[in-house]
Structure formats: structure tokens, C-alpha cells
């Protein structure tokens, strides 16, 4: 009665479901492990947000980079801001997630003389993306800064490719190390995303940047859920359609003969 397994039809659905259970089981195992990342980054983000304010000279130096664990840890900074060597960073979206425009960044002079750079918020791209954009002066004199650290950004990293051939002070990645030779003097390593400033500027300022989210876990984990049930579907459909075709032969051999029809004679 299942002879009919051994047909071409029959052995090609068994071994594409052979086939589909291991994918399936694998790729419910790699959205789990997103899963699993994405609540891992949540965590630390968290964290470095709740720790307690520092120097920023506590977290990094000259030629030294911030850990990654202090990543978006809150620090605090004092001097000027040097805007001979502002640049404003290319193709960013603003706070609402979805208008492109710039990155202010702004080198803070600190009192040894090295300096730490300051992005300082978004503001909305002109039409001339070839000239130097009208960016809003930051406060002048001697000033002290709250923001997040941050390391420096890198292809690698953010995905972002560093075009060359820019014009003037623009450019793609924020990363004090291409920066230093422009700015001239020692530079900290990675840089700061500004939340507050003291005393308080007046008028127009960049966008400050919201804080980054550290609730949502996304979908992975209902996917990967989706992915393992799929696999169980697997086999279940296979039984199914085995016992189906296994009613429908024996029906089939139960049914009586049909006599031929006999012509009546003319």
C-alpha cells in the first residue's frame, strides 16, 4: 500500500522537506541569537546610561579610544569651542528618523590645551549640498558641556562608506583620529553627543540628538518562533498527505467494477 513512496513524485517532497526542517530549525536558532544581541544591547545601553556621571578625561585620552562599555555614558567637559575647524557630517537623519541633514561637530578646547570633538545636534541640509551649510554659532567663552560618549565612527562599524574628494569641511564619519591633523592639536579619542550645555545659549541651536532606545527587542524573537513552527508544519503536512493519498488508493481499490456497457442490438 506504500509502495507509492518510491515513486519520483513522492521521493522528491520527502527529501524537500528533509531538506526545509534542518534550514528552518537554523534559521529559528539565528533570529533567536538577534534576539538574544538586541536584549544584550539594551542591557548595556541601560547601564551606561545609569551610571554616574564623570570627566570626560576619565573615559578616554589622547590617542586612546573610550572602552565600549562606556559607550553612551554621560560625561562632562569644560573649555571652548574652536569654530575654525567645525565640520558638519554628511547624509544624517534628524531626530524624527527620516529627514536627511548634517551633524554639527565642533572641537571643545579644554584647559590643557587638547581638545575633545562636540557633536553638537542635526540641523536640516540646504539645497547646495556642495557648499558649507549656515550652522547655528555655539556659545561663546568659556563653556561646560553634559553628553554621551561616544567612540569614533568607522566604516567598519556604522556601515557607512568615507567618501573622499568632499567639499570643505565635510565629512562622512565623525573620528577624532582623521580629525587631529585638520584641528591641529591633541585630541581626544572618540568624541561627545552634546545633551545640555552651561550656561544656556541663546538662540537657535542644532537638534540635540534623543536618546538612544534601549526598550525595544524587535521582532526576532516572534520570528524565530514563526521559523520552528514551520518546521513542525513540515513533517505533520508530510503525514497528511501520506494518509490521504493512502485513503484515497484503498477507496479506490474498494470500489467495485463498473461493467462495461453492452450495445443493444439494431
Known sequence: MYRFLLSRQWVILTLLGLVLIPAMIKLGFWQLHRHESRVARNEEVAASLAAPTVPVAELTGKGREPADRDKFRTVTAHGTYDTAHEVVVRHRTGPDRDTIGYFVVTPLVLDDGSAVLVNRGWIRADRDLTAFPEVP???RGRVGVVGRMMPDETTEASKIKDTQGLPDRQVMLINSRKQAPEVDRPLLGGYIQLTKTSPRPGGKQPEVLPEPDHSGIGPHMAYAVQWWLFTAAVPVGWVVLVRREV?????????PER??????PV
Open 137 to 139: 554659532e555655539p556659545p
Open 247 to 255: 485513503k484515497e488508493r484503498r477507496a479506490a481499490a474498494e470500489a
Open 259 to 264: 461493467p462495461e456497457p453492452v450495445a443493444e
